[in-house]
């Protein structure tokens, strides 16, 4: 069992006064303090030598980030009113087994945090404007499973492999708070975000990966793996969540789903390809008194130069007059193609 304290504290100081905000852009802000405990327990059960069985929670506080609280930090001292700390819950459970030639492990996690605290800033069309948006009471599932295995086959040859499958969702409906960026006017207070089961943009939610290796007795190596990924979905923007962006629309109609609907990408393969031999200068040369070492390594990732896109998110920006979905189309992140690194090392 373990437990920390932290003690955040943060303020604004504007070295100068602005015209727009000539009454709280120069000095020292209001200071937040937040004190957030967190505590984490495990417990294991040893069937015998080989075989395990383990249990791990947490619980705890995270303080909200000084961007988050701070609506426009680069122009006045205004701040999100009472903000509050993001409540974490994680639980996990799993079974380990370890012999000489077979290592297999198999883990189940559940996670939550709650009461998150997003501050993002953009070019709203409707006011002609850079506005911030503020979302509050952000609430995040996430659970799966991740499983993994190493298996000494044979005279250097081994195999691992690896798979993690889960889901990341949002829970409920954040409410939001929209201000201009060159004023203090609030544009909308608590406008509710229907972000229940969206599902949250970190990378793939489903990775499988297997390789064979073999290890020479002669200080030479190599390994390749292959590797699968897929449950990739772009960030959903906020803005197309809200009763405003669809007001008026069909429920049942193309436009509406095109609005709301959360982009899922398409699955993807790569092979990487790593190795290396170390050389024994010692052994070689006889002059030498004590150990010496040559190493290289090298490594070719994605070989197949399977060029694909690994996120992305949907703008915020966005058509408040026509609701025309296209008008500002997703944004994408595109994965390395083929690439590669040699390395070369001295010890002594």
Known sequence: IAGKLDINAFWRNGLWRTGLFPDNSKG????????????????????????????????????????????????????????????????????????????????GYIT???????????????????????????????????????????????LNAAVGIGRSQYVGSPLATTTLDNSQQTLT?????????????????????IGISYNSPQFWFVRMNFNYFDWMWVDASPIRRTAAAVEGLDPNGTQYAKIIDQERLPGAFTMDFFGGYSWKLDKTFKRMKTSQYLNFTASVSNITNNVF????????????????????ANKYYVAYGINFFLNLTYRM
């Open 28 to 107: 020292e802000s209001e200071t937040y303090i937040f004190a957030s405990p967190f505590v984490k327990a495990g417990l294991t059960y040893k069937i015998n030598g080989r075989n395990y069985i383990f249990a791990n929670g947490a619980y705890g506080l995270r303080a909200p980030m000084v961007t988050d609280v701070f609506l426009s930090p680069r122009t006045r001292n205004q701040a999100l009113p009472n903000p509050t700390q993001q409540t974490v819950i994680s639980a996990e459970g799993g079974y380990i087994h370890n012999s000489p030639k077979f290592r297999f492990r198999a883990v």
């Open 112 to 158: 939550y945090t709650l009461d998150g605290i997003r501050t993002i800033s953009f070019y709203h069309d409707l006011y002609n404007n850079n506005v911030n948006l503020t979302l509050r009471n952000i609430d995040i599932r996430s659970y799966g499973g991740e499983f993994g295995l190493d298996w000494k086959i044979w005279k250097g040859i081994g």
């Open 189 to 209: 207070s608590d406008e509710t975000v229907y972000f229940n089961n969206v599902n949250v943009a970190n990378g793939p939610q489903w990775a499988n990966t």
């Open 309 to 328: 896109l690994n996120g992305g998110f949907q703008q915020l920006r966005y058509d408040d007059v026509n609701k025309n979905p296209d008008k500002f």
